[in-house]
RNA sequence: GGACUCGUAGCUCAGUUGGUUAGAGCAUUCGGCUUACAUCCGAAGGGUCGGAGGUUCGAGUCCUCUCGAGUCCACCA
């Protein structure tokens, strides 16, 4: 043996070995009705991007607890898979396109599907490769893909099958849209920030007596052309006496009823509304409660739309500034607060500012209805059927449970499962929209009943980029193009690409071996970010409890962010990303590992460095050369494996009192899923007590080479699943010395302190 | 506005149901190439566990208040 320990070696030939021997695969093991089974389904990431450093946390882990569960006989299963990543994906390969001055709009659905597939099959296999290489032993047999056909198969099913108890309805509502990315949002992808926008007082004049006029406060005066109303609060005495009188409107001139609501406050601005029930969610809510008419002013695109007569096709900041300068020519801006401060909502992914738009999309149902999700849920954490690990998260969850609205799945993008919905065309002709594509290159927008004029049903659903559909038209669900494909027109959304996460690990079971599920539903242990509970976790939950009645993962770990060695978040800009597969070069993959891990704690962020990597690596090479230490001595005592089993009867020694009681100590705090510290525990032990005292003793003749080999095998695996690929390339240098028997230690069994069996 | 987390050695962090002289890595000082390892060994310095009060035989650990840092959520025009 190398005095030094050589990862850059070693470490691709144990990978080999691990996969010969198929460790990851419980199907190549034997098993009894009584063994108990543990199971993990892997994160998904997306199937196309490099991974950072979270993703070694996660895969640092779940091989740990995986490996752990294995050696101790369990029928133990870590699941892996990649994510199609809607929205983010097709984002990335806009922007690919727009470096070839190319956009979406220049393509139809199909082939803008295609051209983003191609993209993604060329870089799929980078994620896989790279938390391989980090020794994750996952069954990669059962490998799954958001996009492979049965796991879309089971997608479409469960929407279905929601869709008919009712759990799914569509809609006419205001959702977050981001004109950039040309799609709604659910609410938790939009962000809020701080900023500082004009307030501006508006006077209307009275419609009896127009040299009377009544202010209003609004951030947002370029839709008021649409706006139909104003609103007062009903127990207001300064203002209840206005409810009933008419206003006109400021831009039009048209009349503008009060009306009475109690959602407007007294003591803000002027303590008067004007209702924007198109662009405003409160407005919205308080349009449908009056039953007010909603008047859309704002496009998709985010410009005026044709209504809007002279600020018609103005991008929404254009109109504004106009419309104010015709305000002030009018007369009739009171003042303007420059310095109000105000909350906006942004998109996540380009920051852009969310339009809110009225659009009939597909909501799923959480709190009524047949089954109440979120009772589900909350039953669940009640019960401790589900434990969360983590720092007051469960907390977190709670209360966001606690105000969660339905769920809207639609997306107005193409990278991913298409809504398998088809609206009837025969009578609604002007109640659906379409832009489609000619084979000119000509894009061409309208109604049906406009487009049909001069062009093919074929034609128009061959060049097909959009549907737009009125919340009325009838609608039939059907994954293949319906019989009578002539009298129905497909939607064109696509799911949000966490309604097929939200099943995942449902269904990444349902569709491997046929008894998958059974075997290994619920799962054990669901590892990830804190920072995707609320996309994925509870929404797993959910569904899970709908597909199930169960609840998909007994025990939810949740680790938290990795930071720079000075604590700051990790960015681009700052330039202080580590990328784990430099460090896996530059120190081996069980550094990187035992680094991430050890002192880690679920739900708190983690600090790390090189100093981090360097003494994770400094331990590797110890536990080499211990081994080498131990290895040598036995041989030259002739030892042989028969000499080397744990003894029954260890109580009248020092050494194995202590060495069983680190045994209970790791194993205890794995079984509580306190990784971090059964790292430390470990890592103290073996260092300071079996290295630094033990060895020592050796070589005083003060404790046997039997015994210290003894405890050196012990070790090995105790630290396996932390630092795989060490401990197995010293396993193997044991076996070769004769001095144990089992083919690898990923499958030998974990240590007891009652070695009887 | 609501909720949550953190504040322990110079730095980054552990501390498991409250239980003896509060730990690790890195950094610092001193001494060592001792026949596994200088990616090492031995020794040393350094903490009134943010602050105040309380519960207890006993609190870094539980409770209350308070100061500081950060995160999540929320429709105030």
Not at 54 to 76: Q, S
Not at 185 to 200: A, C, M
Not at 409 to 427: A, E, F, L, M, T
Not at 630 to 641: C, V
Request: hydrophobic share 35%.
């Amino acid at each position: 043996m190398d005095s030094k320990y050589t990862y850059t070696e070693i470490e691709p030939k144990i990978l080999q070995l691990w996969d010969t021997l198929q460790i990851a695969n419980p199907d190549a093991r034997k098993r009894t009705k009584s063994t108990k089974s543990f199971s993990i389904i892997m994160p998904p990431p997306n199937a196309n991007d490099p991974i950072h450093i979270g993703h070694a946390m996660f895969v640092a882990i779940e091989d740990t607890l995986t490996r752990y569960h294995r050696m101790l006989g369990e029928d133990t299963l870590w699941l892996p898979g990649t994510d199609h990543a809607g929205i983010e994906t097709q984002y990335v390969f806009e922007k690919k396109l727009a470096k070839q001055k190319q956009s979406r709009f220049d393509f139809d659905r199909e082939t803008l599907y295609q051209k983003i597939f191609e993209y993604v099959q060329e870089n799929s296999d980078i994620a896989v490769s790279q938390i391989k290489r980090l020794g994750a032993s996952a069954d990669w047999t059962r490998f799954k893909f958001t996009l492979d056909e049965d796991v879309v198969s089971n997608v479409l099913e469960t929407f279905k099958s929601l869709h008919k108890n009712g759990l799914v309805y569509r809609d006419l509502q205001l959702v977050n849209y981001c004109t950039k990315c040309g799609t709604s949002y659910s609410d938790l992808e939009i962000n809020h920030e701080d900023r500082t926008t004009p307030l501006y007082y508006i006077k209307y004049r009275f419609q009896d007596t127009p040299q009377k006029t009544i202010s209003i406060a609004t951030v947002r005066p370029e839709p008021i052309f649409a706006d139909t109303h104003l609103a007062v609060h009903p127990n207001d005495h300064d203002k209840k006496h206005l409810i009933g009188k008419v206003v006109l409107n400021p831009l039009t001139d048209q009349p503008m009823p009060i009306i009475g609501d109690s959602f407007v406050d007294p003591e803000f601005g002027t303590g008067v509304v004007k209702l924007t029930p198109a662009h405003d969610p409160n407005d919205f809510a308080v349009a449908k409660a009056h039953n007010l008419p909603i008047v859309p002013a704002i496009s998709n695109r985010g410009k005026i739309l044709e209504n809007g007569g002279k600020y018609a096709g103005l991008s929404a900041t254009k109109a504004r500034e106009q419309v104010i300068i015709d305000l002030q020519k009018k007369q009739l801006i009171e003042k303007i607060d420059e310095k109000y401060s105000n909350r906006i909502s942004t998109c996540y992914r380009c920051g852009r500012v969310i339009e809110p738009l009225p659009l009939p999309q597909f909501f799923v149902r959480v709190k009524s209805g047949k089954q109440n999700l979120v009772k589900n849920i909350e039953k669940m954490l009640d019960d401790n059927d589900t434990s969360i690990h983590g720092a007051g998260r469960e907390k977190i969850l709670r209360n966001w449970l606690s105000s969660l609205k339905d769920w809207n799945i639609s997306r107005q993008i193409v990278w991913g499962i298409r809504i398998p919905v088809w609206y009837k065309i025969d009578g609604y002709e002007d109640q659906i929209t379409a832009t489609f594509l000619e084979k000119s290159g000509k894009t061409n927008t309208g109604t049906l009943a406009e487009l049909l004029k001069n062009h093919t049903l074929e034609e128009i659903k061959a060049g097909l980029q959009t549907t737009t559909a009125e919340a009325a038209v009838p609608y039939i669900l059907s994954i293949t193009p319906p019989t009578e494909a002539q009298h129905y027109f497909p939607e064109t959304d696509t799911f949000d690409t966490w309604f097929s996460s939200s099943q995942w690990p449902v269904v990444t079971l349902q569709t491997n071996q046929p008894d998958d599920f059974k075997r290994f539903y619920p799962t054990t242990v669901m590892e990830t970010g804190y920072d995707i509970l609320l996309f994925w976790v509870m929404r797993m939950m959910l569904m899970g409890s709908y597909l199930t009645d169960t609840t998909p993962f007994k025990h939810v770990y949740l680790h938290g962010l990795i930071r720079d060695d000075k604590g700051q978040k990790m960015s681009k800009s700052k330039g202080n990303v580590i990328n784990p597969l430099t460090v896996v070069d530059e120190f081996g993959a069980d550094a990187l590992r035992m680094a991430l891990v050890i002192r880690s704690t679920p739900g708190i962020d983690k600090s790390i460095g090189k100093s981090d990597f360097k003494a994770a690596r400094n331990l590797t090479n110890k536990v080499w050369n211990a081994s080498r230490f131990i290895i040598s001595r036995s041989q030259d005592q002739s030892l042989s494996h028969t000499d080397l089993a744990l003894p029954a009867d260890t109580q009248e020694s020092e050494f194995f009192t202590q060495l069983n009681q680190t045994i209970t100590d790791v194993s205890t705090q794995l079984d509580k899923l306190q990784i971090g510290l059964a790292a430390d525990t470990l890592y103290s032990a073996f260092w300071h007590w079996y290295c630094d005292e033990c060895i020592e003793h050796v070589k005083l003749n003060k404790l046997s080479t039997q015994e210290a080999a003894i405890g050196l095998i012990q070790f090995l695996k105790l630290l396996h699943p932390f630092t795989p690929f060490v401990t197995e390339a010293v396993w193997q240098e044991l076996r070769a010395a004769n001095l144990v028997t089992d083919d690898c230690l990923a499958l030998s069994t974990w240590p007891t302190t009652n070695p009887t069996d």
